[in-house]
């Protein structure tokens, strides 16, 4: 069954520190990864996508590990900001249909 | 470009009436997908659009729920009679072609008491 899977399911972190949050799929095949970032009462923005020959990809303060073998991502927030508080979701494009498969997202607190 | 527009931003309806969401999509993109999205399951895919033509509605919960897209511009998703468990926010989004990045709309809370 094609599945996303995220963790942590939420994650509290002070001002100014590191975090990272973990994507796991078994989505086959696969065509691309995103990652998406989605503030309260908002739909969800792209920060990322990569294809299966992309194993890293940053955006500002955004880096996004792809490791196609063992099939799992990685989304690193570096230097954390109050605005990076969200749920970021991980959307894996593939299986027979092409479709979608999201995970339910890790939802970010940053506390100053 | 404004983006993909969605109206209402919410809506509280009855149980048993009907309720039609609607979505304007950023103007040239092909594709247009509704999803749901709930706090137990996340976001789901109910249906997508290709070139106004509905190409797969498996996520469709029902048959009280329907979906148009009557030109390249807008479309609308009812649902017929509606009940408290399809309170959820409801989010449109298109993309140029199925695989390319998707730009959701804000969505509409709908809450069915």
């Known amino acids: 069954k094609n599945q996303v899977e995220q963790s942590p399911q939420s994650l509290i972190i002070l001002e100014g520190k590191n975090c990272t949050l973990q994507?796991?799929?078994?989505?086959?095949?696969?065509?691309?990864l995103r990652w998406y970032k989605q503030d309260t009462g908002r739909g969800p923005v792209s920060l990322t996508i990569?294809?299966?020959?992309?194993n890293t990809k940053s955006n500002g303060r955004y880096t996004a590990t792809l490791d196609a073998d063992t099939k799992q991502s990685s989304l690193h927030i570096t230097a954390s900001q109050l605005s990076d508080s969200a749920s970021y979701i991980c959307?894996?494009?593939?299986?027979?249909?092409?479709?979608?498969?999201f995970g339910k997202g890790t939802k970010l607190s940053v506390k100053p | 470009d404004a983006g993909v527009i969605q109206s209402p931003r919410h809506e509280v309806t009855e149980m048993g009436q009907e309720v039609t969401l609607r979505c304007k999509p950023i103007?040239?993109?092909?594709?247009l997908f509704w999803y749901r999205q709930t706090m137990m399951r996340g976001l789901e895919l109910l249906i997508y659009?290709?070139?106004?033509?509905?190409?797969?509605d498996s996520g469709m919960p029902e048959d009280r729920f329907s979906a148009k897209m009557p030109n390249a511009s807008f479309s609308t998703l009812k649902i017929q009679p509606s009940e408290p468990r399809d309170s959820a926010v409801y989010f449109c989004?298109?993309?140029?072609?199925?695989?390319?990045?998707?730009?959701f709309g804000q969505g509409t809370r709908l809450t069915v008491v």
């Open positions: 659009f290709n070139n106004n033509v509905p190409i797969d």
């Open positions: 990569m294809t299966f020959s992309e």
């Open positions: 989004a298109s993309s140029s072609f199925r695989n390319t990045e998707a730009f």
């Open positions: 994507c796991n799929y078994t989505v086959s095949p696969f065509s691309n």
């Open positions: 103007s040239g993109h092909n594709s």
């Open positions: 959307v894996v494009s593939g299986g027979s249909q092409g479709n979608l498969i």
